[in-house]
């Protein structure tokens, strides 16, 4: 007997409907009239079934802590959080992190990576935060953990060296960082390669997230990415620069990318609030060049990244709210470009951060959502509700939204 059965269920890819059986955490069978009997049936009654939500870039220690003046950049939303982060300790971390990851599963979100900043004020309180409530939400939301240097100002260091080290030791699962914020670039991709290296873990770079017409940072990574043979393991977030640089330069840097098996996660909603604030009359976006990479065949993502905090202070943990902002700003209207959009969040943002057994066929992980929607376009424009929110093939959450129209 299977665990769980969705009847009439309606695919991005497929025509008509089907039926999706489910045991043991996985998907058994999934085409028309499937047979079998099963302990939970869920009648999809012709709406959309997706695969749940990756928010492959967040920053759950930040999270929840918008100040009341707001930040006017970057730097002053770093400086902020460096501040703030003295006085925050673990409770607090998790406490936070807990609302969030709530509201992610509430969404349809059922893996999430949160970058976790590392530094001699703050120590390893947060990474200590995200491994509880990794173990905590285990069987609900998937968290995978990356620690990165908050300061990278002069070269690394002992204390900070030391402290990365033992983070690892705790079981993170990669590195970042954001090194494009260093004059010494070169010195901490390579330690970070070196690091992660030596302890086989994957790497996700913040990367030239500025308005100047810079890609320098992530031309090494992907020369880095190469020498050292780590293609497929490396992702690049923002890349903002890169949307500044010219036609000549843009097309080099992406065919390196596409050697260097890199995926790039664009933050649409955080850079959107960030960049260009100094400009005057073309204000520039700060999105990168999502179309010319993904022409290029580079795997491109979206994500939520910062949630109510300095560096931006809206955010739901809402991967379809950030996917209207996406299609909006990415100019994709079309059915075909918003469902373009919708395999940004789900199976794009799947293959960036390493998920196996990720989709809606036999073999996969029964990780879903069911859209009230018959397709990603109408899901997407409509913000639809997330019927029913499935994980490691249980029903984890049950959403409905209904207006009485009186007059």
Same mark, same amino acid.
């Given at each position: 007997m299977n665990d769980l059965l969705i009847r009439r269920a309606r695919l991005m890819d497929e025509p008509g409907t089907v039926d999706v059986a489910i045991k043991d955490g996985y998907i058994v069978a999934a085409g028309g009239g499937v047979a079998g009997s099963a302990r939970q049936m869920v009648d999809a009654?012709?709406?959309?079934?997706? /695969?749940?939500f990756v928010d492959a870039h967040t920053h759950l220690d930040k999270a929840?802590?918008? /100040?009341?003046?707001?930040?006017?950049?970057l730097a002053e939303a770093i400086e902020d959080f460096q501040r703030r982060s003295r006085k925050m300790d673990k409770n607090d971390f998790i406490d936070r992190g807990r609302?969030? @990851?709530?509201?992610?599963?509430?969404?349809? #979100?059922? #893996?999430?990576?949160?970058?976790?900043? =590392?530094?001699?004020?703050l120590g390893l309180?947060? =990474?200590?935060?995200?491994?509880e409530l990794k173990e905590e939400f285990a069987g609900r939301v998937d968290l995978q953990v990356f620690a990165m240097p908050g300061e990278l100002e002069p070269a690394p260091a002992p204390p900070l060296k030391e402290l990365m080290e033992e983070a690892l030791r705790l079981g993170v699962d990669g590195l970042g960082g954001a090194p494009h914020l260093s004059e010494r670039m070169q010195e901490w991709v390579d330690y970070i390669f070196d690091l992660a290296v030596r302890y086989?873990? @994957?790497?996700?770079?913040h990367v030239d997230e500025?308005? *100047? /017409?810079?890609?320098?940072?992530?031309?090494?990574?992907? *020369?880095?990415?190469?020498? #050292?043979?780590?293609?497929?393991?490396? =992702?690049?977030?923002?890349c903002c620069g890169l949307a500044a640089v010219d036609e000549e330069k843009a097309i080099r840097t992406i065919a390196a990318v596409k050697e260097a098996g890199i995926s790039v996660i664009t933050l649409p909603s955080c850079n959107l609030y960030l960049m260009g604030r100094r400009d005057k009359g073309l204000v520039r976006r700060g999105v990168t060049r999502v179309r010319e990479l993904q022409a290029a065949g580079v795997n491109v993502a979206y994500a939520s990244d910062n949630i109510r905090d300095a560096f931006r202070p809206f955010g739901n943990a809402n991967m379809l709210e950030e996917a209207l902002i996406t299609a909006q700003v990415l100019q994709?209207? #079309?059915? @075909?470009?918003l469902k373009n959009v919708m395999k940004m969040g789900t199976y794009n943002a799947a293959a960036a951060i390493g998920l196996k057994a990720y989709g809606v066929k036999a073999g996969d992980r029964a990780d879903l959502v069911l859209l009230d929607a018959t397709s990603p376009a109408e899901a997407i424009i409509g913000?639809?509700?997330?019927?029913?929110v499935i994980k490691g093939g249980r029903v984890a959450v049950r959403n409905d939204k209904k207006s009485d129209i009186i007059i």
């Open positions: 009654a012709g709406r959309l079934l997706i /695969p749940a929840l802590t918008a /100040p009341q003046e707001g930040a006017g950049s609302r969030v @990851l709530k509201m992610a599963l509430r969404h349809g #979100t059922a #893996t999430m990576r949160t970058h976790i900043t =590392v530094n001699e004020a309180r947060g =990474v200590e935060a995200a491994l086989n873990v @994957l790497i996700d770079f500025t308005d *100047a /017409p810079s890609v320098a940072s992530l031309d090494y990574i992907a *020369a880095k990415t190469i020498q #050292t043979g780590f293609q497929g393991r490396v =992702v690049a977030g923002h994709m209207g #079309t059915p @075909l470009e913000q639809v509700e997330k019927v029913c």
